[in-house]
């Protein structure tokens, strides 16, 4: 059973390997906006998220989820519920 | 499906509509078509004078067309991204350009294929492309 702190940062390091990002997952906050002033991730960016979130974590995430997008911590939560054995 | 079909799928007309024929479609999963290639092809005239190839930018348009085909009908779509092109073969007159395009995600406006091109069943192009698409509002 993994702890709380290590999905967070598998989702950070997700993010940035996917994306190429030029920062260290310590630098994200868990709540901090990913788009727009946050991060500056793009729309283009949140399609490249579903791809890569879903693959890692094997979660489906429809359209009616993007709203997760908004931070680590609304990521974490959706792949909780989907999987609760993480 | 035929020249008429694919006009009534994306909105692209000459000179820039860059695929003749629909082979297959899936719905949100596969398409293939390809264009002819001929000589009377209007950018063969400059590129090059004496050495008629297709320019990659107008390869990447036609595998883009081809792969909108498994989406539904957009009012507007356009290119969003293109990533990890790769041209590996000259397109020449008389050469058909197939592509084959599969659903790589679709998340809300957003879908993203992979597309390969080929000519006599060689790879002449590989690529991702994102699409955006606009969609009439839906009446409830």
Known sequence: MESVKTLELRVKQCIINRLGLDVSADEIEDDAPLFGEGLGLDSIDALELVIAIGKEFDVAIGDDDMGIFQSVNRICEFIRTARPEL | MDIQAIQERINQRYPFLLIDRVLEVEPFVRSVAYKNVTINEAFFAGHFPDNPVMP?????????????????????GYIAGIDKVKFLGLVRPGDQLVTEAVNIQKAGAFAKVQVTARVDGKDVARAQITYYMEFEEEKE
Not at chain 2, 56 to 76: C, D, F, H, R, T
């Open chain 2, 56 to 76: 990659g930018v107008l390869i990447i348009e036609s595998m883009s067309q081809a792969g909108a085909m498994m989406y539904p009908k957009a009012k507007n």
